[in-house]
C-alpha cells in the first residue's frame, strides 16, 4: 500500500499547506476547531494500513493520500516531536474516523480542523493538558528511578550490618551454603570491597543518590580503607590472572604511585540507564584515576547485593577463586545474567490489568505468527494480526536492543502479552482495535532527536568511514546523555561510532577540543605542542575539567614546562587521536579523543 501511495503522497501534502496558508488563511497561525464526528461523511471511508516503524507525518501522508482527505500533524516549530514520534499501524478496513481516533488515543494528542464545510483539513497536535500529563509521567519515572536507587542503597546498608553482626564461625557455618555471604565475608575479591562500602558515610551515599560524584585523594583516607582498595584491586589482578594465564590481561605489574590516587565514587553514568539495558541492582561505580599504571584494573561496580546481577557475579568469582575453569564459569554467568536482565526489562503487567478484557472471545483465538526477521517494535512484530484475528494494531515504535518475542503461537492474549514484554510496552484492547505504548514512553519522547539529525550523523559516518574528530566534538557539545542513547538505540549503524561519548572523560576531552581554535589547535598538533597557561580562560576550564578525572589540579598542570599535545597515532587522516598533557617533573596524562578507525578532524566539518 505505501508504495501505490508514495508516488502521489508528496503532491498531496504540498497542496494541503497551500490550502492551509493561501491568502486570508489563518491555518497556519492557529489549529482551527474541536473535530465534530458525525458531520463529515468523508471520515467513514476505510482504509487499509500497513506501515511499520514510521513518523506520524510519513503515516499521515500514507492515509490522507489512501482516503483522501488532508490528515496532518502540527506545522509549529514546537510541535515537531508530534510530527516525528515512530508509530506503526496495521489495520484492514478501518474508517478514518476510527483511525483518527486512535492515533489520538495513543499518542494522547488532539485532532482539530480548519477549512470550509466538507472540505476540512484535519490537523494533530499536543494540547496544554496532554503535555502537562507528559511532564508528570517524566517525574513520575524519575521518582521511581530514585526510589529504586534508595532501595538499593538501604538493601545494602542493611546486608553490611547484618554481616557485622555476625560472629565468625556464624559467618563460617553460613557460607557453607550462601555464596554471596562468602563473597562478602571469605573472597580475596568480595571482603576487602565490602569492608570498603561498608566504611562509605551517609553523606557521600547521598551526594551519589542525588547524582554528584564525590572525590577524595587516596592518600587522605584512612589506612584501613587505604588497604581495602590496594586488596581489591589485587585480588581483581589475581582474577584475571586465572582467567589469562599468559598474563597479557593483567599487564604488567608496574608499581602503582598511590600518592597521585584519586578514589572516584561515581553515580551510574547519565544516558546509560535510559537503554533499559542496564542490570537492575546498579547503584554506582568505585574508581581510581590519577596514574596511567593502574591499567583497566581500576572500576568496581557498587550493587544491590539482593540483585541477580550481584548474586551472580558473586557466585562467579568465589567459584573461580576456589579453582573452577574461569571460562566455563563467566560463561555461564553471562548467559544467567542476560536472561535475569531480559526477564527484568520485560517485567510483568500490573496485576489484574485487563482482566475484562481478557474474557473477550477475540483474544481467546488461537493464531501463529511468522517473524521472518526480528521485529524492531512491537508493532511490527503484530503486523499479521489484522489478518490472523481481524485485530488491527495501533502501536508506538520505540526499538528496544535485544527485545526477544518468545511467544509468536497460541492464544492472541498470550501472544500480545509476550510481545509488550519484550517491547517494555503495554497493551490495550478497545473494539476491534489494540492499542500499544511504551512503560518508558515519557523519557523516549524527552530524549528524542529530529530524523534530520540522526541521518546526517549515519550519512556522515558512511560517506567518510566513520565520524570525525570535529564531529564527535560538535555532537558532544550538542546532545544530552539520554539523547546519545537514544540515537545509538533508533539508528544500531551509529552505535559503533557513538559509543565513545558514553564514556564522561572522554566526552569531557571532546568538549575541551570543541573549544580550539586553528591558532591554539595547530599549536597543539606541533611537536612540541602548547604551554597550557596560554589557554585562554574558557579552554583552561575545559582543560582543567579534563584533568579533575586524573586527580590533577590546576598548581600542577598551569606551570612552568607544563605542555599539552594532540597526538595521532596510524595512518594521516584515519588514525587515534589522544591529548595528552605533561607536567614537571615527570608527570603525564593521556586521555583518547576516539577510538581505533576513526578519522582525522577536518577543522569545522561539523560546525
Given at each position: ?32 476547531t474541536a473535530v465534530s464526528w458525525t458531520d463529515d461523511p468523508r ?28 490528515l496532518i500533524p502540527s506545522s509549529e516549530r514546537r510541535f515537531w ?207 581510581l584515576t590519577g596514574d596511567r599504571r593502574l591499567g583497566n584494573m ?310
Open positions: 500500500m505505501a508504495t501505490r501511495c508514495g508516488i502521489r503522497a508528496g503532491v498531496f501534502a504540498v497542496a494541503a499547506a497551500v490550502l492551509l496558508c493561501r491568502p486570508g488563511g489563518d491555518a497556519c497561525a492557529q489549529r482551527g471520515l467513514e471511508r476505510r482504509i487499509t494500513l500497513s506501515e511499520s516503524r514510521v513518523t506520524l507525518e510519513e503515516l499521515l501522508r500514507t492515509a490522507s493520500e489512501e482516503a483522501q482527505i488532508f516531536k508530534v510530527r516525528e514520534v515512530p508509530v506503526s499501524v496495521h489495520a484492514r478496513e478501518v474508517t478514518v474516523r476510527e483511525f483518527m481516533q486512535q492515533i489520538a488515543a495513543l499518542l494522547d494528542f488532539t485532532w482539530s480542523r480548519a477549512g470550509e464545510p466538507g472540505r476540512w483539513t484535519y490537523t494533530i497536535w499536543q494540547g496544554a493538558n496532554a503535555r502537562d500529563r507528559e511532564a508528570r509521567a517524566l517525574r513520575a519515572k524519575e521518582e521511581e528511578r530514585l526510589a529504586k536507587l534508595r532501595g538499593g542503597w538501604d538493601a545494602l546498608a542493611d546486608s553490611l550490618s547484618e554481616l557485622r553482626k555476625m560472629s565468625p564461625s556464624e559467618i563460617d557455618r553460613a557460607a557453607e551454603t550462601d555464596l554471596l555471604l562468602r563473597f562478602a565475608a571469605r573472597d580475596p575479591i568480595g571482603r576487602p570491597y565490602t569492608e570498603f562500602l561498608g566504611a562509605i558515610g551517609p553523606a557521600v551515599v547521598q551526594s551519589i543518590m542525588s547524582g554528584q560524584e564525590y572525590r577524595v585523594p587516596f592518600d587522605r583516607l584512612p589506612p584501613a580503607q587505604q588497604q581495602n582498595l590496594q586488596d581489591l584491586r589485587s585480588g581483581v589482578r589475581q582474577l584475571v590472572q586465572r582467567m589469562d594465564p599468559s598474563g597479557r590481561a593483567a599487564e604488567d605489574d608496574a608499581e602503582v604511585d598511590w600518592s597521585r590516587v584519586t578514589v572516584r565514587i561515581s553515580p551510574v553514568p547519565e544516558g546509560v540507564a535510559h537503554s533499559g539495558m542496564v542490570p537492575g541492582g546498579f547503584l554506582g561505580i568505585i574508581e581500576s572500576g568496581f561496580p557498587i550493587l544491590d547485593p539482593t540483585s541477580d546481577v550481584a548474586r551472580l557475579l558473586a557466585r562467579a568469582v568465589v567459584r573461580v577463586n576456589a579453582g573452577e575453569d574461569a571460562r566455563s564459569v563467566f560463561e555461564e554467568m553471562g548467559r544467567e545474567m542476560g536472561e535475569a536482565m531480559r526477564q527484568a526489562a520485560e517485567g510483568r503487567r500490573e496485576e489484574g490489568s485487563g482482566t475484562a478484557a481478557e474474557r473477550d472471545p477475540v483474544l481467546e483465538q488461537e493464531v501463529e505468527l511468522q517473524l521472518k526477521d526480528s521485529p524492531q517494535d512491537p508493532g511490527s512484530a503484530l503486523a499479521a494480526l489484522p489478518e490472523k484475528a481481524g485485530l488491527n494494531v495501533f502501536a508506538e515504535a520505540w526499538r528496544v536492543p535485544g527485545a526477544q518475542v518468545r511467544t509468536t503461537k497460541g492464544r492472541v492474549g498470550d501472544i500480545l502479552d509476550s510481545v509488550t514484554r519484550a517491547f517494555q510496552s503495554e497493551w490495550e484492547l478497545d473494539g476491534s482495535h489494540v492499542r500499544i505504548r511504551s512503560r518508558n514512553w515519557a523519557e523516549r519522547r524527552a530524549a528524542m532527536v529530529p530524523k534530520a539529525d540522526i541521518q546526517y550523523w549515519k550519512q556522515q559516518a558512511e560517506e567518510q568511514g566513520s565520524l570525525s574528530i570535529d564531529d564527535l566534538a560538535h555532537i558532544a557539545a550538542t546532545y544530552s546523555p539520554e539523547q546519545l542513547m537514544e540515537m545509538m538505540m533508533s539508528e544500531p549503524a551509529l552505535g559503533a561510532h557513538l559509543g565513545p561519548l558514553m564514556d564522561p572523560r572522554r566526552k569531557r576531552a571532546l568538549l575541551f577540543y570543541g573549544t580550539l581554535d586553528e591558532r591554539t589547535l595547530a599549536a597543539l598538533r606541533s611537536g612540541d605542542g602548547m604551554d597550557p597557561r596560554r589557554l585562554s580562560d574558557s579552554q583552561a576550564r575545559a582543560l582543567l575539567s579534563v584533568l579533575q578525572d586524573s586527580g590533577l589540579s590546576p598548581q600542577e598542570v598551569m606551570v612552568e614546562g607544563a605542555r599539552v599535545q594532540l597526538i595521532e597515532e596510524g595512518s594521516a587522516g584515519d588514525g587515534v587521536f589522544s591529548l595528552s598533557v605533561r607536567y614537571p617533573p615527570e608527570g603525564s596524562v593521556t586521555v583518547p579523543l576516539n577510538s581505533g578507525g576513526f578519522r582525522g578532524g577536518r577543522r569545522g566539518g561539523a560546525r
